[in-house]
């Protein structure tokens, strides 16, 4: 299966800008989607095909990337981005998520 | 407006079975593919299993096979996971989900359920 690999976490402060990684073990070419889970909550949806922005999501989220090497960027990040945040491919056999990037604000 | 609404998790002794449901409605049930996704406690998310929009098709992530089955009652507009042969390592928050496109396959998942909690333990 295809492994995505995320960094842990990340602490910003609120007006930042604050990139999110995502690399793969093998390309899924622009195959991959970006989720929220805030505590208690279920996934939501924010970016699918590695820059398309799912309805009703803030124009401040943005996705790029394709191949192997993925980012989700915030700008600018506010209070209530506070969550973790997931990668997903769906161009490899069954689709993986990333392990997750819990973003917390200073 | 699209919901999905699981039930039926609980505490369950290893190797017994239980049976989750998840009642879908605001949308055309039987021209989606359904989806059971699952997150262990403080982990990561996990695909679990798919069914196609008839029924017809079923697919199951290698750990599960033999002891899982993915339903459907697109009468009913409900899905459903029975779970033979539990193990600890099933212990999990238990979302349906779907893509917000018709058809068999899932690249992406713009709608999930609450999520129903199965804990497997003696």
């Known amino acids: 299966d295809t492994v995505l690999t995320q960094s842990p976490a990340l602490a910003v402060s609120p007006g930042e800008r604050v990139t999110i990684s995502c690399k793969a073990s093998e390309s899924v070419s622009t195959r991959m989607h970006w989720y929220q889970q805030k505590p208690g909550q279920q996934p939501k949806l924010l970016i699918y095909?590695?820059?398309n922005l799912a309805s009703g999501v803030p124009a401040r989220f943005s996705g790029s990337g394709s191949g192997t090497d993925f980012t989700l960027t915030i700008d600018p990040v506010e209070a209530d981005d506070t969550a973790t945040y997931f990668c997903?491919?769906?161009?490899?056999?069954?689709?993986?998520f990333g392990a997750g990037t819990k973003l917390e604000l200073k | 407006e699209v919901q999905l609404v699981e039930s039926g998790g609980g505490l369950v002794q290893p190797g017994r079975s239980l049976k989750l449901s998840c009642a879908a409605s605001g949308f055309t049930f039987s021209n989606y593919g359904m989806h059971w996704i699952r997150q262990a406690p403080t982990k990561g998310l996990e695909w679990v299993a798919s069914?196609?929009?008839?029924?017809?098709?079923?697919y199951y992530r290698d750990s599960v096979k033999g002891r899982f089955t993915i339903s459907r009652d697109n009468a009913k507009s409900t899905l459903y996971l029975q779970m033979d042969s539990l193990r600890s390592e099933d212990t999990a928050t238990y979302y349906c989900?779907?893509?917000?496109?018709?058809?068999?396959?899932?690249?992406?998942?713009?709608?999930w359920g609450q999520g129903t909690l199965v804990t497997v333990s003696s």
């Open positions: 095909k590695a820059s």
């Open positions: 989900a779907t893509p917000n496109y018709p058809g068999v396959s899932a690249d992406w998942f713009a709608y």
């Open positions: 069914i196609s929009p008839s029924g017809g098709s079923t």
């Open positions: 997903q491919q769906s161009w490899n056999g069954p689709n993986t």
